[in-house]
Every structure is written in structure tokens, then in C-alpha cells.
């Protein structure tokens, strides 16, 4: 029913910054989130806000360089990305949930198809 579709992925070089944008078919109340998959491995938890700006972070690796926000009059949440490594490199998948903050995937709903980061050393 709610579609997510994200943008901004692109090839970068370490220390390098993206702003990646999720935008929403509708937006309501829903917990936003960003996951990513890099090659190999699972889907990995990056960040989620709540409707009125509650965040949480995966804080060791991305904390202080990542932020997450949302606009909701554009219906479109944000991941700001800095300082980007090459252990960054993955697919980037945009998320919501009507529930409380949680880095479970399992809890989310609606999945957008994903947008490539590739950050080179």
C-alpha cells in the first residue's frame, strides 16, 4: 500500500559526504528507517525517527556522522551521511513501521527498493 522510494546513492571516496532521500507515498505517523545490505552479508540497521523526531542510531558505527531526519510536509525522510568509509558500501533501503522505535526489520511494514552507496578507499 505505501510505497517508499529512495534516491541519492552514488560512488564516493572516503570522507566523502550523501545525502540519500526517501520519499513516501504517505507518511501519516509511521516510524521511518534506514537499513542497509552490503554484499555478503544482512540487512543491517542504520537509524529511525518517530513522527515527532525521536531517533535512534546503530550509535557505534554510524552515530556522529549519519543523521536521520524527516520532512513530513514533504513526506520524505533524509539520511545525511559524512565522513562516509569504505564499510559504508552497501544498498541503502528506506522503511515504515506504525510502531515504536526498533532496529528489528521484522517490525516495518513497507520497504522501498533500495539505492547503492559505494564508498572507494
Known amino acids: 500500500q505505501v510505497q517508499l522510494v529512495e534516491s541519492g546513492g552514488a560512488l564516493v571516496q572516503a570522507g566523502g559526504s550523501l545525502r540519500l532521500s526517501c520519499a513516501a507515498s504517505?507518511?501519516?505517523?509511521?516510524?521511518m528507517s534506514w537499513f542497509r545490505r552490503a554484499p555478503g552479508k544482512d540487512r543491517e540497521f542504520v537509524a529511525a525517527i518517530t513522527w515527532s523526531g525521536g531517533r535512534i542510531y546503530d550509535t557505534d558505527s554510524v552515530k556522529g556522522r549519519f543523521t536521520i531526519s524527516r520532512d513530513n510536509a514533504k513526506k520524505t525522510v533524509y539520511l545525511q551521511m559524512n565522513d562516509l568509509k569504505p564499510e559504508d558500501t552497501a544498498v541503502y533501503y528506506c522503511?515504515?513501521?506504525?510502531?515504536?522505535?526498533?532496529?528489528?526489520?521484522?517490525?516495518?511494514?513497507?520497504w522501498g527498493q533500495g539505492t547503492q552507496v559505494t564508498v572507494s578507499s
Open positions: 504517505e507518511f501519516r505517523t509511521y516510524t
Open positions: 522503511a515504515a513501521a506504525d510502531g515504536l522505535l526498533s532496529r528489528d526489520p521484522g517490525k516495518y511494514d513497507y
